[in-house]
């Protein structure tokens, strides 16, 4: 028995039942943040698709020009789809937010001087912009 199909379809006991259209939602350059988002968006109940995931992943030279991996959803369950996604980078930037240290501010051991580096400066070595000698930045 031959079958065609036309059109994105499924063919089940002789009977074609027609998908949603799918819609790409969000594209990624490494595959891993795109099955990052994927599990996300599975666990919100969402039926999710990756498209040119593998093809990236092992033709990493190819992502530009084929748009690289790439989420989809079915036409259906875009707008609850880009929700989550919305909601779900809103909650990164408030913890990243509440997360930051404040920057370090002490005084230079050689000329006295009061300076000051960022957070993630902590710990390391850096250079007094006042006598150029190295500092020890506090913890």
């Known amino acids: 028995m031959t079958v065609r199909l036309r059109g994105i379809c499924d063919f089940l006991g002789g009977q074609i039942y027609p998908m949603n259209r799918l819609v790409t939602i969000a594209t990624f350059d490494f595959p891993s943040e795109a099955h ?11 039926e999710v698709f990756l498209a040119d995931d593998n093809l990236v992943g092992t033709n990493w030279f190819l992502s530009n020009s084929v748009g690289g991996a790439k989420i989809q959803v079915p036409e259906s369950q875009v707008e609850e789809a880009t929700k ?17 240290k404040p920057d370090v501010e002490f005084e230079c051991e050689e000329c006295g001087k009061t300076i000051s580096f960022s957070a993630n400066r902590r710990g390391g070595v850096e250079t007094c912009p006042y006598c150029r000698k190295y500092v020890d930045v506090p913890d």
């Open 36 to 46: 990052t988002l994927k599990v996300l968006l599975e666990q919100h109940g969402l």
């Open 84 to 100: 989550i996604i919305a909601e779900n980078r809103q909650d990164s930037r408030q913890n990243l937010k509440s997360s930051a």
